[in-house]
């Protein structure tokens, strides 16, 4: 019985969205990729990846609007945002939409492995 | 008869190549790197335009995407360049960004990733 994760990687950016996904998929994982917040939100809705990695902004529809939406559409595993702030009020708004943490860009691969694995390894991480 | 005083020497030529900037990259980021930096190069002469026509906005946006991108792909210098070219493109300050488009395009150029 197969137990490979998926990743969504929502990303308008197209360098660090393919960058990510390699990083991913090197960890053993399955990743979809969404390049704006409304694509992002319906992918998730459809698919239930396991963790959406999440960029706050994005065209079309913000990463902000995306997450609320996808808790308000009952999507309850764990969504990490990316953030290009380190300071600001972005991070704090992002967890309160509905993220379970934050990662702030650039994001080094050590950091995502970190990142994803705490999320992804205990899988007690859900909503709040 | 020519005066030694006449016969100034010929003006010492020196051209020197500037090394290339050598980053060490992992072997498996290869196929991404090349296709990261051929569109950063790529970017290059739109960005003049736009900095000729005052289009501050595009500046701004390739900035605040080169600081998200550029240690992320192994050039924490592209990082930092690209926060202040963010910076100075929000002040449009013309002159700060000329500074910046010079040392992006000098490093653009010269970068050479190797991977171990």
Do not use: W
Request: aromatic fraction near 4%; charged fraction near 25%.
């Amino acid at each position: 019985m197969g137990t490979e994760k998926t990743v969504l990687v929502a990303e308008d950016n197209e360098d660090i969205r393919e960058l990510v996904c390699l990083q991913l998929r090197d960890m053993g994982l399955r990743v979809l990729s969404a390049c704006n917040g409304r694509e992002a939100m319906e992918q998730a809705l459809q698919a239930r990846p396991d963790l959406v990695l999440m960029d706050m902004n994005m065209p079309v529809m913000t990463g902000f609007d995306a997450v609320r939406a996808l808790r308000a559409g009952g999507y309850g595993a764990p969504i990490v945002g990316l953030t290009a702030y380190q300071e600001g009020p972005e991070g704090e708004l992002a967890l309160a939409c509905g993220c379970n943490r934050v990662l702030h860009k650039p994001i080094r691969a050590r950091d995502l492995r970190e990142g994803v694995g705490a999320v992804l390894g205990t899988g007690k991480e859900t909503a709040t | 008869m020519t005066s030694l005083a006449t016969l100034a020497p010929a003006p010492l030529r020196v051209e020197t190549e500037e090394p290339a900037l050598v980053v060490l990259l992992p072997r498996d980021m290869e196929p991404l790197v090349g296709r990261f930096l051929g569109r950063k190069r790529a970017e290059l002469p739109a960005l003049r335009q736009a900095l000729d026509s005052g289009d501050y906005g595009h500046i701004g946006d390739v900035g605040h995407d080169l600081k998200g991108a550029g240690s992320a792909f192994g050039f924490p210098l592209l990082s930092q360049l690209g926060r202040k070219l963010s910076q100075a493109a929000r002040a449009a300050d013309a002159d700060e960004v000329e500074l910046l488009l010079e040392r992006l395009e000098h490093y653009l150029l010269r970068v050479r990733p190797s991977f171990i």
